[in-house]
């Protein structure tokens, strides 16, 4: 049997395979459904998702980064492993957004705000 050929990713993307363990991902599944998720609304619009924003939250109807309520302790691991793969530190991510997709629904084309670099 021949064996396919890897596909290189596009420049500037990296995938790991299992950045994260199994049984860190069960217990985020455990946590996230605790958090104070609210409707996300865009310039007038509620969207088919809800959200909730710690360390900062960009305002779309002021066009402005806000602070807000620091990441949960249990977020922290997490931000320590994506710091890493992105060889960054974890306070170079001062900003967790957490979203959960309703079933069906689809994340449209979106190009992120200028003030997340």
Known sequence: MRKKAQIPPPEG??????????????????QIPELPLKEFEFHGYTGKRRVISFGWHYDFGESRLRPTVETPSFLLKL????AAFANLTPEELPHVLVTEYSPGAAIGWHRDKGVFD
């Open 13 to 30: 993307f990296r995938y790991e395979v299992d950045v994260l363990p199994l049984e860190e991902e069960r217990e985020l599944a455990q």
């Open 79 to 82: 931000r320590q492993r994506a």
